[in-house]
T-cell receptor
Framework: KNEVEQSPQNLTAQEGEFITINCSYS?????LHWLQQHPGGGIVSLFM???GKKKHGRLIATINIQEKHSSLHITASHPRDSAVYIC?????????????FGTGTRLKVLA | ETGVTQSPTHLIKTRGQQVTLRCSSQ?????VSWYQQALGQGPQFIFQ???????GRGNFPPRFSGLQFPNYSSELNVNALELDDSALYLC??????????????FGPGTRLLVL
């Protein structure tokens, strides 16, 4: 079992729909990142969370430390939101930081 | 401020060869992390350098090695290339690996193909 699990793996939505992507992790963390990766490989950091909730434009990210769970929400989705969304946690092992990534959720938003 | 840049963008090598990938950090960032992303997978942490010292390592063999220079640019070296090393290699820079509020800035990646 992966230490960081994302669901769903693939998601197709119609433009305007509200989208939720989930991330569960099984290790102790100091922070959780939500990343966006477009075809060709470039990665953009969307959010870094250690508690609570953050909002940026149409994107909202929440984290529940006790439940080891985070969600990324996209309101009023648009075709330009089509990308792979990756959850990554930053944990500490033997005194050094280690980053563990989920396998990503491939989102396609249809016009 | 300049972003994170990587070179080359694409590279083809054969088994057994050695490769060096380069990364220039975002201005002012003293920490760089390297990741390997196989096709269809999430990135895997290779290692991190902070102020020219290795600051953490993932589950990669010693033939994966790195350097960070005084200007905080970085290299990833892979010796004795294997077919499974074919992947997108990403570097990310950040300001302080000890900080709770650390945010990483990713480069565009180098796509390596080993034949």
């Amino acid at each position: 079992k992966n230490e960081v699990e994302q669901s769903p793996q693939n998601l197709t939505a119609q433009e305007g729909e509200f989208i939720t992507i989930n991330c569960s992790y099984s290790v102790g963390i100091s922070a959780l990142h939500w990343l966006q990766q477009h075809p060709g490989g470039g990665i953009v950091s969307l959010f870094m969370l250690s508690s609570g909730k953050k909002k940026h434009g149409r994107l909202i990210a929440t984290i529940n430390i006790q439940e080891k769970h985070s969600s990324l929400h996209i309101t009023a989705s648009h075709p330009r939101d089509s990308a792979v969304y990756i959850c990554a946690v930053r944990g500490i092992t033997s005194g050094t930081y280690k980053y563990i990534f989920g396998t990503g959720t491939r989102l396609k938003v249809l016009a | 401020e300049t972003g994170v840049t990587q070179s080359p963008t694409h590279l083809i090598k054969t088994r057994g060869q050695q490769v060096t990938l380069r990364c220039s950090s975002q201005s002012g960032h003293n920490t760089v992390s390297w990741y390997q992303q196989a096709l269809g997978q999430g990135p895997q942490f290779i290692f991190q350098y902070y102020r020219e010292e290795e600051n953490g390592r993932g589950n990669f063999p010693p033939r994966f090695s790195g350097l960070q220079f005084p200007n905080y640019s970085s290299e990833l070296n892979v010796n004795a290339l294997e077919l499974d090393d074919s992947a997108l290699y990403l570097c990310a820079s950040s300001l302080d690996p000890r900080g709770i509020q650390e945010t990483q800035y990713f480069g565009p990646g180098t796509r390596l193909l080993v034949l």
